[in-house]
Nanobody, 125 residues
Framework: QLQLVESGGGLVQPGGSLRLSCAAS????????IGWFRQAPGKEREGVSC????????NYADSVKGRFTISRDNAKNTVYLQMNNLKPEDTAVYYC??????????????????WGQGTQVTVSS
């Protein structure tokens, strides 16, 4: 069974940085695109970023462009989300999710079949 585990969340001050990890077990990530989503209290889960199976294509929500960077290390079966210049509005539970190969319509969470349990990111002074 596909299993994804997120880690790296925590409490950080505005302007700070965090790196989230999404580790896969039970399968190889080589054939999967990975998306990062987030959900703040009382809000819908929204797409943050996506990276194709090869790593050759990446996508970002407008709200995080220039601040977040998605990357992958297939040898470690892990995808990362480097988050810089964090803002209070970035506070949310962050989830990673898998789908086959590509990130087309990546912001549509219905297209992702396997999800992690989430990691909390809190940006506050």
């Amino acid at each position: 069974q596909l299993q994804l585990v997120e880690s790296g969340g925590g409490l950080v001050q505005p302007g700070g940085s965090l790196r989230l990890s999404c580790a896969a077990s039970g399968f190889t990530l080589d054939y999967y695109a990975i998306g990062w989503f987030r959900q703040a209290p009382g809000k819908e889960r929204e797409g943050v970023s996506c990276i194709s199976s090869s790593g050759g294509s990446t996508n970002y929500a407008d709200s995080v462009k220039g601040r977040f960077t998605i990357s992958r290390d297939n040898a470690k079966n892990t995808v990362y989300l480097q988050m810089n210049n964090l803002k209070p509005e970035d506070t949310a539970v962050y989830y990673c999710a898998a789908r086959s190969y590509r990130c087309s319509s990546w912001y549509d969470k219905q297209l992702f079949g396997s999800w992690g349990q989430g990691t909390q990111v809190t940006v506050s002074s």
